[in-house]
């Protein structure tokens, strides 16, 4: 695999796990918190109330957790923003997450929607590679195979297949017909959106 391969997975892997957050965020029955210390409380809160812990996931001192907590400093790094950002949205409403997921998994799958560069024939057919827009509804088995991988924080390379698979299976494989052995290629991914 070239260096160039590598950094396309590595493109398509960043797509999918987007595509996965906006489709966790539109799940949310309540906003996310906004203000850094209502963040840190709510952190501090999934961290049993270490302020300790908080601070060392955070990658701050002790002293920073505790002035932001008690409202004394408002206006975070832009580190520590991104930080708080990631791990607050990471953390919120888990029970709607893990609802979302059975419920992926067990009857009703997931839609994929993307633009990306898909094909599996040959060149100068309508089944040569060229840039598509793919809207697809992904059947429960191969969500539950993509959940899976995500979160074992599988390499850019599996979920990439996984992905691929889900698509060519529910675009081009339906039913068997003779192209149970069909090879597809998936890359250059524009945008990727996932909807529960």
Request: one cysteine or more; a positive charge; hydrophobic letters at 40%.
């Given at each position: ?136 509804a992904v059947s429960p088995a ?55």
């Amino acid at each position: 695999m070239t260096d160039d391969d590598v950094l396309h997975a590595a493109r398509t892997r960043a797509k999918i796990l987007e595509g996965f957050a906006r489709a966790e965020r539109a799940l949310f029955t309540r906003p996310v918190p906004k203000s850094a210390r209502a963040q840190m409380k709510c952190l501090r809160t999934r961290e049993k109330g270490s302020t300790k812990s908080l601070a060392a996931r955070l990658d701050v001192s002790r002293k920073v957790a505790q002035r932001y907590l008690a409202g004394a400093s408002t206006k975070p790094n832009k580190r520590l923003q991104e930080a708080l950002v990631e791990e607050t949205e990471s953390e919120w409403q888990p029970q709607v997450r893990a609802w979302a997921r059975r419920r992926m998994v067990s009857s009703g799958g997931l839609v994929i929607s993307c633009r990306t560069y898909f094909g599996f024939g040959p060149g100068g057919t309508s089944d040569a590679g060229r840039v598509r827009d793919i809207t697809v509804a992904v059947s429960p088995a191969h969500a539950a195979a993509i959940i899976a991988a995500r979160e074992e924080g599988a390499t850019e390379i599996d979920l990439h297949e996984a992905v691929v698979e889900a698509i060519a299976d529910a675009c081009f494989r339906q039913g068997g017909g003779g192209r149970a052995g069909l090879e597809v290629k998936f890359a250059d991914v524009e945008w990727l959106n996932i909807k529960f």
